[in-house]
């Protein structure tokens, strides 16, 4: 993906951090620098710390994909989640359905991983006569970060982990093309839903349609060419009696 900077590798996967991520992590800066440089620091901080569970739950979709035989090339950071690059995911509904609910599932296990570690801090939280630590707001917030990602993942608009298991679940009975068309269909009225709500509510919500959107048209485009690939007929293959040329051969009529 252009504009973005490498982060180095993990499980032989390539990080990589877009540009515009670094702006998110500006512009939560100074919406809090009001209330003074240490919950504007703060603030950042958490903004680093959702994305470390975004970044667990992509390596969770690359690694469950490298054991079906599918490569992950990368996982690219962005300020609207996180996107993991796969050589090409499978169309057996089985497997992608693994591979798209193992991602909230990731995300549900760290809000029970911090809820074990942290239960003094929730607590503290709902207790309404001792007020929190920064520390303890901070892990419930965390908890809550979690619970939120692993549902809005859920939701069934492609290319999301619930249109993905949508699709998948579809595919049982209608194939894998038709399937995906009604997802990308689905996905394409949730993400309308989102731009209009973005402009009365949130400009994220904005973005995040406007992404889907165009995922929805990427995974459209996708299917229809595997969907040809798988249909190539057969005298369209290269024939086992081919001959290699060099570059000096010469071809003559005979």
Not at 32 to 51: H, R
Not at 191 to 199: D, I, P, S
């Amino acid at each position: 993906m252009k504009w973005s900077i490498n982060a180095g590798r993990l499980f032989g996967i390539q990080f990589r951090i877009h540009v515009t991520f670094f702006l998110l992590l500006l512009y939560v800066f100074f919406s809090d620098i009001k209330e003074g440089f240490g919950q504007a620091g703060l603030s950042v901080l958490f903004v680093c710390a959702i994305f470390a569970c975004v970044v667990i739950h992509e390596l969770s979709h690359s690694l469950v994909a490298r054991h079906f035989g599918r490569e992950p090339k990368s996982i690219t950071l962005l300020p609207i989640g996180g996107v993991a690059a796969i050589d090409m995911m499978p169309t057996k509904p089985s497997q992608e359905i693994v591979i798209s609910i193992v991602g909230p599932a990731t995300n549900i296990a760290i809000a029970i991983l911090l809820v074990l570690f942290g239960g003094s801090s929730i607590a503290a939280a709902l207790n309404k006569s001792v007020n929190p630590t920064t520390s303890q707001l901070f892990i419930v917030n965390l908890i809550v970060a979690n619970i939120v990602l692993a549902v809005f993942n859920l939701i069934p608009a492609l290319p999301m982990d619930g249109g993905r298991v949508f699709r998948s679940i579809l595919a049982l009975k209608f194939g894998f093309l038709r399937a995906t068309l009604w997802a990308v269909t689905v996905g394409k009225v949730i993400a309308v839903l989102f731009v209009v709500l973005g402009f009365f509510y949130n400009p994220w919500l904005v973005l995040i349609g406007l992404f889907i959107f165009a995922g929805a048209n990427s995974e459209r485009q996708q299917a229809i060419y595997l969907t040809m690939l798988a249909q190539r007929p057969p005298d369209l293959t290269i024939p086992p009696e081919y001959i290699n040329l060099n570059q000096d051969d010469r071809i003559t009529r005979q």
